[in-house]
């Protein structure tokens, strides 16, 4: 293995080689101009690729000032952060404002591609180099070439494929299946996981020297639940793409069902918001508005359980709805989550209980061994809760 050389960054020229196969078959590709259109152009301004970046909290703004200073360097990029806190999205930002945008954004995932298939598909092959290999194929960093590579669920390689990344990274050279010679790229690399990436390398599953050449600049994108202040903005903005769709002049979410959406902790992050209300947008069809009610439940509970954790312990209120909660989720657990049963054992309707199930944050299960709790936990999955009724209404003392 050659030394270590941080930091060094040989940006040769290199002449045009052939177009890839089809690198569209394997990978995300944005051809010049199609990133922009994704992202809007410009490199700052309200055209600034920057903009498809929405929220307003102190970390996002932090991240947004890094992918402008970022994009101008050719350093290689670490972007660390939950399913769908948005690694692309920065990713794709990172590329449009860098000098490198009129090239190629290839992505290749590398959760996705067996073992087998990876070496060939990002190095390409000679002719005859294995059964199959019927001419040269161009590999996707060859592809890439000029422009920006991004290796997403980069955790997820193979021993292996981690020692050639690491030769392609520190050398910007790589050898094509069955060649003896070294071919050498001008690619910046951006690579992305929701892991942690250094406890994989202090777990031993992924190399230390490829770990350190990768994060030379690392961004960790934080989950929307550690900035609910970015949740009205992200909202509004996803009410808007969604009217245009639909042809609507706009899509108004009421003040019930947004204290509903900051309150749930979106394990999901920014693509399950987006698809929460693309849902709440379609139930709501044809009237422009949304209610608390045409929110999942999972949501819904969310607004409920926060209603019952803020509520000021030592009143009389909330030590009488502390026990009754207590008692609810007894007779649940005792009567297996039967709502009929526990109905009966509380001397409620089942309405009733339904309704204090949803002012307390209760969420159904369907195993009687996974009792819900008012906490700051995402709630489980439901079973047969109708929810028309919104959270806090009728409930008896
Ligand atoms: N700050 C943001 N502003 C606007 N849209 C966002 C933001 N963050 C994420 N999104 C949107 O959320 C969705 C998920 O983003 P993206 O695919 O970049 O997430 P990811 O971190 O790569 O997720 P995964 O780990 O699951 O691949 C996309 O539709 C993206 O446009
Ligand atoms: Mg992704």
Redesign the pocket.
């Known amino acids: 293995m050659g030394a270590f050389r941080q930091g060094s960054r040989k940006d040769t020229a290199y002449p045009e080689t052939p177009s890839v196969t089809d690198p569209k078959e394997v990978t995300r590709d944005d051809q010049p101009g199609e990133a922009e259109d994704r992202l809007d152009t410009g490199s700052s301004g309200p055209g600034s690729p920057l903009v498809?970046?929405?929220?307003r909290s102190r970390q996002?703004q932090h991240i947004r000032e890094l992918v402008q200073k970022v994009a101008l360097s050719e350093a290689t990029v670490l972007?660390e952060?939950?399913?769908?806190?948005?690694?692309?999205?920065?990713?794709?930002a990172v590329h449009a404002l860098s000098p490198r945008r009129a090239k190629r954004f290839l992505a290749h995932n590398c959760g996705a591609t067996p073992d087998t298939l990876i070496e060939s598909e990002l190095f390409g092959h000679v002719k005859g180099a294995f059964t199959g290999a019927v001419e040269d194929k161009k590999g996707l960093f060859e592809a890439a070439d000029q422009g920006t590579f991004f290796l997403?669920?980069i955790a997820d390689v193979s021993a292996m494929m981690q020692m050639k990344l690491l030769r392609v990274l520190q050398e910007r050279e790589f050898r094509r299946v069955g060649e003896t010679q070294h071919r050498r790229i001008n690619v910046r690399i951006v690579a992305?996981t929701?892991r942690e990436l250094l406890r994989e390398v202090e777990a031993g599953r992924f190399r230390r020297d490829l770990y350190y050449r990768l994060s030379v600049i690392k961004l960790k994108?934080p989950p929307l639940r550690e900035r609910r202040e970015?949740v009205p903005v992200?909202a509004k903005?996803?009410l808007l793409k969604q009217a245009r769709r639909i042809g609507l002049g706009e899509i108004q979410l009421e003040k019930e069902a947004m204290e509903a959406l900051v309150a749930y902790d979106w394990p999901?992050?920014?693509?399950e918001?987006?698809n929460e209300l693309e849902r709440a947008v379609t139930l709501a069809l044809p009237a422009p508005r949304i209610s608390v009610y045409l929110l999942s439940e999972a949501v819904r509970s969310a607004k409920s359980s926060l209603a019952c954790s803020t509520r000021a312990a030592g009143t009389l209120r909330y030590e009488t709805e502390r026990v009754e909660r207590k008692k609810i989720l007894e007779a649940l657990d005792s009567c297996r989550w039967n709502k009929t049963h526990a109905s009966q054992v509380l001397g409620l309707s089942r309405q009733g209980l339904l309704k204090k199930m949803r002012r307390f944050g209760i969420v159904a299960r369907k195993a009687p061994s996974a009792p819900a709790k008012c906490s700051d936990a995402p709630p489980g999955p439901l079973d047969d809760d109708p929810g028309h009724e919104g959270p806090g209404q009728g409930a008896t003392g």
Do not use: M, Q, S
Request: hydrophobic fraction near 40%; glycine fraction near 18%.
């Open positions: 498809g970046l929405a929220g996002i972007i952060g939950e399913t769908g806190t948005g690694k692309e999205l920065v990713a794709r997403d669920e992305a929701n994108l970015d992200l903005r996803f999901g992050n920014v693509r918001l987006e």
